[in-house]
């Protein structure tokens, strides 16, 4: 079965430190993961993405996350994190190796930033 | 603009009455889907579509029916809501990957807001 974790409800970080939201999935074969941020009263927005390759992922708006196979995590972060980051992470997995196409979402990690 | 879609953005009815969730998207993308998103569940998803006549079921759809008539247009239906389906609901579609599972960003439209009584 495939599932996600985001083991933290609620991160709070200082402005200009660094931040980290985690994630850890269980998938039956190779995943491919996501991460999706979703602002208040928005849908969600596509930040990054892992398929193959290197395991450190570069998206849209200074954030990145690094793939770890050996841990089974994605986890999001970003050097200096600004007031505007502040908003809702999924993280999301899919198994590449067929099956069922379904996309399988964490329950989501509030990131306050304080300035 | 590339954009989805959804109409109403809220709604509120009553158990039993038959409603339908416009989701439209114009940026010819093969796979459409729909999600729930639930305070402390996440979001999952409803039922996904892979291209026009395609469909399949995800994690949660009891309750709900979808089409797939055309390739732009995937509305959620509910024959029969039930005060359980009060959700905020999510219409997403990408573009279909090589070899059939999808590994492209999805877009995500605004939202649909339903309550039922």
């Known amino acids: 079965a495939q599932s996600v974790a985001q083991p933290e409800d609620q991160v709070n970080v200082a402005e200009g430190n660094p931040l980290t939201v985690k994630c850890t999935y269980s998938v039956s074969g190779n995943p491919y993961l996501f991460w999706y941020v979703q602002y208040p009263n928005r849908g969600l927005q596509f930040l990054l993405k892992y398929i193959t390759g290197d395991n450190l992922v570069k998206g849209s708006y200074g954030f990145e996350a690094e793939f770890n196979k050996s841990q089974t995590s994605f986890h999001l972060k970003k050097p200096s994190a600004l007031v505007s980051d502040s908003a809702l992470y999924f993280c999301a997995v899919r198994s590449s190796t067929g099956g069922a196409n379904n996309l399988f979402f964490g329950t989501g990690t509030r990131l306050t930033v304080i300035p | 603009e590339a954009q989805v879609t959804q109409n109403p953005r809220y709604l509120i009815t009553v158990t039993g009455k038959k409603l339908t969730v416009t989701c439209s998207q114009n940026?010819?993308?093969?796979?459409m889907s729909w999600y729930r998103q639930d305070p402390g569940l996440g979001l999952r998803q409803i039922y996904y579509s892979m291209n026009v006549e395609v469909t399949d079921k995800g994690d949660v759809p009891e309750g709900y029916k979808v089409s797939r008539k055309e390739k732009r247009n995937f509305p959620l239906i509910l024959e029969s809501p039930s005060p359980n389906q009060t959700s905020l609901y999510f219409c997403a579609s990408s573009l279909r990957s090589a070899g059939g599972i999808s590994y492209n960003e999805q877009f995500f439209g605004p939202g649909t807001r339903l309550t039922v009584l």
């Open positions: 940026m010819n993308h093969e796979y």
